[in-house]
């Protein structure tokens, strides 16, 4: 006997989904997910569709699906995710030495109710938007305030990240292992750290300014 509720099952599926290819063309749903990073849920709901049914257009389409990071990275950007669960590259590089070299200076970390923070203060605003490029850099969101009471003398600018993976591995430098990053890239952490006149004494003997 003949299964007819299996074919017009997938009648049905062929229907929909030759309906809604008029629905959304190739060009809208690469404007929204690719251009303007729109997530598969903001998209669906715009459209009244399925997310399963956009999944099946982006293959469709040939469209890239993001990875989980970069779809949480984004989501932080737009303030839709809490940026701890995104894994920052923490590999030695100059970027990262900049980062040490910053908090080792103005910068410090905290644990708050489970939340890993990163700080700066700063009167100097080009300062902070080139320590959250940095952050950025490496996979972790900051976003940067203004504050008229920034300390009892000033108002200034006060960078927010956090990151439990960044401040689990910061709270684990050694003075050996800062040493370590000096020597690999001796002038991103040298000039970051400089406002600290007693910590780039000691990193002396380990940097060689070429």
Known sequence: MRDTTSGSSTNEVRTVHSDLKLRISKEELTE???NQQLSIPEIAKRYGLAHSTLWYYTKRYNIPRRSRSESLK???KQGRKRPNIVKPDLSPSP???YIVGVMLGDGHIEEYKK???IRLNTVDLDFAKSFQSALETIGVYSKIYYRTKLSKQSSGWSLRGYSKAFYEWYK???FDK???IAELYPRDLYVASMRVRELSIKLAGHI???
């Open 178 to 180: 800062i040493a370590e």
């Open 172 to 174: 684990s430098l050694t």
């Open 208 to 210: 060689k300014l070429g």
């Open 74 to 76: 984004i989501a932080y």
């Open 95 to 97: 970027t990262l030495a």
């Open 32 to 34: 929204l997910y690719l």
């Open 115 to 117: 939340h890993y923070r």
